[in-house]
Every structure is written in structure tokens, then in C-alpha cells.
């Protein structure tokens, strides 16, 4: 990955910690582990940062000024995305689906 162009919205390594009250409520065969990625930078963090680091980089290379994506209502990836334009001076639109009645 270190070829493509890529925006930094967590300037650390996230913490991997051990879960020891779970690794004994599964009998102390297992020794668990967390990696702690809703510390990543951005609205809360999240995996879907990883790939918008690069995503965005890409966009802005590309000279785009609006960034378009669709997703549920309660959508991690919309708000996410939304955070990184506002981070990028960028506009948003959010396509957003009912994908649950009600919501």
C-alpha cells in the first residue's frame, strides 16, 4: 500500500489490548485480544477509516470537490465520509436508504 497516496486522519498506531475476562469465560484456553480501532481519528473511529484514508486521497488527486455515497440511516460510513470531507474542505452528499422501516 505504501505506492498509493493516502491522507492520515490517525497519526498513531491503535492500541491492541488483551480481554482476559473473556478469554476466561471461555474456558482460559484462549488468550483474546482486541485491536482497539474505535480509537481511529475521524467522527469515533472505525475500520471504514482505514479505507477512506485512501479513498479521499485518491478523489482529491483526482481534483473532485464533492464526495457522493450512499448507506443506511444510521450509517457509520456516512458519517464517517462526511467527517473526512469536512476534515478536506470537501462537499458531501449522503444518499441515505431506509433500509429498516421506521428508522
Not at 482486541?34 to 486521497?57: C, F, P, V, W
Not at 448507506?71 to 462526511?82: E, P, W
Request: hydrophobic content about 35%; glycine content about 10%; some cysteine.
Amino acid at each position: 500500500l505504501s505506492h498509493l497516496d493516502r491522507r492520515v486522519y490517525t497519526p498513531f498506531e491503535t492500541p491492541i489490548e488483551p480481554m482476559p475476562k473473556l478469554s476466561a469465560a471461555l474456558g482460559g484456553n484462549v488468550n483474546l485480544w482486541i485491536k482497539r480501532d474505535d480509537q481511529l481519528g475521524l467522527t469515533g473511529g472505525g475500520n471504514k477509516t482505514r479505507k477512506l484514508e485512501y479513498s479521499m486521497a485518491d478523489a482529491i488527486k483526482a481534483g473532485a470537490d464533492t464526495i457522493v455515497t450512499c448507506g443506511a440511516v444510521q450509517s457509520n460510513h456516512c458519517r464517517l465520509t462526511l467527517s473526512a470531507c469536512i476534515k478536506e474542505g470537501l462537499k458531501c452528499c449522503l444518499v441515505l436508504e431506509e433500509r429498516v422501516p421506521g428508522s
